[in-house]
């Protein structure tokens, strides 16, 4: 049997910017990426503290050490710059391999920095 369990979270990242006229997603800082696993293109949920709104979208690569965090397309309808958003990424996975798995998860702080 195959469970979905929580892969990666980035908890508490700032939006710093919301760009309507770009095809989608959201823009991250390679760095966040790097520190939870995420690869360019996976699929994530964004949910955002400020206004409860939770919506699904991939994310892109941004500038590696810029605390870019921006919702592109129709999600910049979902935040603001200034919001705080929480990043989910699940993985499907056997049982028992998930009870042994440890999900990636950081804490940024000012500027989106690790």
Do not use: W
Not at 11 to 23: D, F, S
Not at 53 to 82: D, F, H, M, Q, W
């Amino acid at each position: 049997m195959e469970i979905e369990v929580l892969k990666s979270k980035i908890h508490r990242a700032v939006i710093t910017e919301a760009n309507l006229n770009y095809i989608g997603s959201l823009t991250l800082d390679e760095d966040l990426m790097d520190a939870v696993n995420l690869l360019e293109n996976e699929k994530i949920q964004v949910v955002n503290v400020n206004n409860g709104s939770r919506i699904e979208t991939y994310v892109i690569k941004g500038k590696r050490g810029s605390g870019v965090c921006c919702l592109n397309g129709p999600a910049a309808r979902r935040g603001v710059a200034g919001d705080v958003v929480i990043i989910i990424s699940y993985a499907r996975m056997e049982f028992e391999e998930a009870k042994k798995f440890t999900p990636k998860i950081v804490f940024p702080g000012e500027g989106n920095k690790i």
